[in-house]
């Protein structure tokens, strides 16, 4: 097993190929690898990469051992699941899982990730302590942003999330969207990330007219397909909330003269990495940074 020390609290766990394509390793048997680990005892975060095949295998497996052993994970505040790069499985191919029973097994978690949409479950949300959820992916499903939607998440700080588009997993629309903005109850959050997508001048009209925006400090519209469309609207309203102290716009398609207005804002922003439309028989297409 590949074993990193990503900092002095957190680790990283993912197996290599030949470990796992003769079948002796899976995800069960990682998390009972991961507990072996003589440093996990001291750990506050893991990380788990590849746990081999996760284009044909999800995780419910590794989901399940963690349950199960919940209260030999009672020290663990920082979990990501899924956290491999394209080399090992494009993110559009990782199996995820269902997290129904996470929840209440880790109370003691501050901060959840999880890379990749495909068969995920996050049930019934239900917790006092976690701070940041965040969900990568290149299609999120319109059933998981329901449940996020209907949260109990009283401590929530941080929500990050990949929309993506449509050949990936994302069949909702900009009223989805509408509907989770409206409907959620976040009252410490401060973080809001809405990103990667392919409706992204849709998605910055909405988020600019919810109940949200007046307690946010970080707004991050990032990697997807926003236009000047989408930057005039963020250049009228967000003077009259100087809560926001962040924007986050880095993969954009805006005009120079947008960008060069953007930079003169009297916050911090980041319009890095301009992209150019694909024209394709006269058809402009603006696809978001992370699809599959």
């Known amino acids: 097993m590949e074993i990193v020390r990503v900092d002095e609290v957190t680790k990283y766990y993912a197996y290599e190929y030949d470990e796992y394509e003769n079948g002796d390793k899976s995800s069960e048997t990682m998390i009972e690898e991961i507990m072996e680990d003589p440093d996990f005892p001291g750990l506050k975060g893991i990380q ?39 080399e090992a499985c494009e993110v559009s191919w990782i199996m995820q899982g269902n997290y129904s029973e996470l929840w209440a097994a880790m109370p003691q978690l501050k901060s959840l990730t999880i890379k990749g949409s495909m068969e995920l479950e996050l049930g019934t949300i239900c917790h ?35 929309i993506g588009v449509e050949d990936y997993g994302f069949d909702g629309d900009v009223d989805t969207i509408k509907d989770l903005l409206e409907k959620a109850e976040f009252p410490k959050l401060t973080y809001l990330g809405l990103t990667d997508s392919e409706i992204q001048d849709e998605i910055t009209e909405v988020v600019l007219n919810s ?68 024209n394709w028989n006269g058809q402009l297409y603006m696809t978001p940074m992370l699809t599959e």
């Open 211 to 278: 109940k949200l925006i007046g307690q946010l400090e970080t707004l991050d519209l990032s990697m997807g397909s926003l236009t000047d469309k989408g930057a005039n609207l963020l250049l009228e309203k967000l003077p009259s909330y100087p809560n926001i102290k962040v924007l986050d716009l880095h993969y954009h398609y805006l005009t120079d003269k947008m960008v060069r207005t953007l930079e003169s804002f009297p916050i911090d922003v980041d319009v890095s990495e301009k992209n150019e439309p694909d």
């Open 48 to 86: 788990i990469g590849d746990w081999g095949d996760a284009w044909d295998d999800d995780c419910q497996l590794l989901i399940n051992k963690i349950v199960e052993h919940k209260d030999r994970f009672s020290h663990i505040e920082r979990l990501f699941i899924g956290d491999m790069d394209f």
């Open 128 to 162: 006092e302590n976690l701070e940041e959820l965040t969900i990568i992916c290149g299609g999120l499903p319109e059933y998981v942003i329901e449940s996020i939607r209907d949260a109990k998440l009283p401590n929530l700080k941080k929500l990050l999330l990949y």
